[in-house]
């Protein structure tokens, strides 16, 4: 059985102080950010695939739906189409770069203000839409409130929460989107049965209400400690970090957070710094894990899961009722994280989830393969529609649990004061760029490579799968500002953290801890 990429828990500091209920509700208000992401998913797929709105936009893909003679694969093979999804996750890229210079100048709670007006704005546009540019700028303004949100909101539950509880309350991000995404279906499923052909006008529409809910949180939320200090105001840092902790003896954490501090300010270049070998893991992770989170195909599904289910024979309220119950899935498997992330690691959720989406996706490429062919002509019974759906409902849970949330949690927990930003910008432009890519090209390659696109989302989860168990060590319990001891202590990553990176233990112990992961590591392999 080959093995390699465990380390043993580097234990962090225990810091004064517990979980307080000042905490908690500030996180779950910061938290609120991921709904305006999740409306957005769970609603672009609903409102495609409404034939009023298709009647009304995408003329031409309307007529296309109607032709019984089209294959059933390349029915919704429209750019334009995929462009209303798509360009929102375009904008997300690029206000990605400019919301990293935000978060770092101003804080983290005025990026997540901003972006909440924004996505205001863009929401109002997309439900007034008289045509398709309007429609399309309402898109680009959704994007980048969701570039500012995604940029701040991990970053700032991360800074907030104390390391025992901080997979937790960071994955409060991921389950605010899976609520999103299934409030959205929810309510595509209740505005396609509107007469009178505007009922996706209202779902576009309600996109408002979490950007509203975003925006007033946002006016009454105080910042993190490390965003105080980084902006030079040492005693009211202090005595946020008192009231956040529940208690006045945070003399260790706080000395940890001014020596971090302190080492960022000397950093004048952050972008230039994360290139330095010194940063090579945090710059790997926060470009792999964003990339992989979304090659895993999961937003084939959430984007275009009422397309999909159209796709493979469903009526148009079965597909809408079918999103439902996957997004239900997602919320609860959600939760199963939220439960497990700070109990058993973050890599056994990672390792599980792999291996379960791996086993979903080769069945349903199997599975539409023998029902439908090249040809995209055949028909479902009800046992095997249900069933494909039950496989479905199973990679989707695997992804909630695991790629979901910690795709988030994993590069917000990992990087230094210093780069911190920089290392978010990093983890939400390649998110975005490679939302858009497959957002932009799945009706395309459905088309092109039918069922095979399964096998081929299925090949990436084997290569995630494989890098996630060599490669990336445990981080669960570690404080943020602790966190380059894991790095020095694991036998790939070790070589390039300097030892003055590393705050609170002597080179010696980490050596010693380096050399141990080392020969336990070999000797797993050799077994």
């Known amino acids: 059985m080959a093995g390699g ?3 043993p828990q580097v234990g962090g500091r225990n810091y004064q102080g517990g979980v307080t209920s000042f905490v908690v509700i500030t996180c779950v208000v910061a938290a609120m950010g991921g709904l305006i992401f999740g409306y957005d998913i769970g609603v672009s797929g609903g409102v495609t695939g409404m034939p009023e709105f298709l009647r009304k936009f995408f003329p031409a893909t309307y007529a296309k739906t109607k032709d019984t003679s089209e294959n059933e694969y390349c029915k919704y093979d429209n750019h334009l189409l995929t462009m209303f999804t798509s ?5 997300g890229l690029v206000a990605s770069f400019f919301a990293s210079g935000v978060t770092r100048a101003f804080g983290r709670k005025i990026s997540m203000l901003f972006g909440g007006l924004v996505f205001l704005l863009g929401a109002t546009l997309n439900g007034a839409a008289m045509n398709l540019a309007m429609l399309i700028i309402g898109r680009l ?3 980048v409130g969701v570039g500012f949100a995604n940029q701040s909101v991990p970053v700032y539950l991360s800074e907030m929460a104390p390391a025992n509880i901080r997979g937790a309350l960071n994955i409060g991000f991921q389950m605010a989107i899976t609520i999103g995404i299934l409030v959205a279906q929810l309510v595509n499923y209740g505005t396609a049965k509107i007469q009178g052909g505007w009922g996706w006008r209202l779902s576009l529409a309600l996109a408002a209400v979490p950007a509203i809910m975003l925006t007033i949180g946002s006016i009454f939320l105080p910042d993190t400690p490390n965003s105080i200090l980084e902006r030079g105001h040492t005693e009211k840092a202090r005595r946020m970090l008192q009231k956040i902790r529940g208690t006045d003896n945070v003399d260790e954490e706080f000395q940890d957070l001014m020596d971090a501090t302190k080492a960022a300010k000397k950093v004048e270049h952050p972008w230039r710094n994360i ?11 926060c470009t792999l894990i964003p990339f992989f989170q979304q090659i895993t195909g999961i937003n084939v599904i959430m984007f275009y899961a009422p397309v999909l289910f159209m796709t493979l024979g469903f009526g148009q309220n079965a597909s809408l009722m079918s999103a439902v119950i996957t997004g239900t899935v997602n919320v609860v498997a959600t939760v199963v994280s939220i439960y497990s992330v700070d109990r058993f690691g973050r890599r056994a959720l990672f390792l599980e989830g792999g291996m379960q989406m791996i086993v979903c996706q080769i069945a349903i490429g199997i599975m539409i393969g023998l029902k439908f062919g090249v040809s995209g002509i055949g028909t479902l019974s009800s046992f095997e529609a249900n069933l494909i759906l039950s496989f479905i409902c199973a990679y989707v849970a695997a992804f909630a649990w695991s790629w979901g949330p910690l795709g988030w949690l994993i590069p917000s927990e990992i990087c230094p004061l210093e780069i911190r930003s920089a290392g978010q910008a990093v983890n939400v432009s390649v998110n975005m760029l490679f ?11 459905l088309c092109h490579m039918k069922f095979g696109l399964f096998f081929f989302f299925g090949g990436f989860v084997i290569i995630m799968t494989i890098f996630i168990f060599f490669f990336l060590p445990e981080t669960r319990n570690v404080p943020i500002e602790e966190m380059n001891r894991v790095w020095k202590a694991h036998w790939f990553w070790g070589k390039y953290i300097p030892d003055d990176a590393v705050i609170g233990a002597t080179a010696t112990a980490t050596a010693d801890l380096k050399d141990s992961t080392f020969k336990t590591t070999v000797e797993n392999i050799l077994l």
């Open 435 to 445: 939302t858009f890519i497959i957002a932009q090209g799945f009706l395309s390659m």
């Open 87 to 91: 360009s929102l996750y375009l904008a």
């Open 5 to 7: 990429g465990f380390v």
């Open 275 to 285: 290139l330095q070998p010194r940063y090579r893991p945090q710059l790997i992770m």
């Open 141 to 143: 303004l959704l994007g």
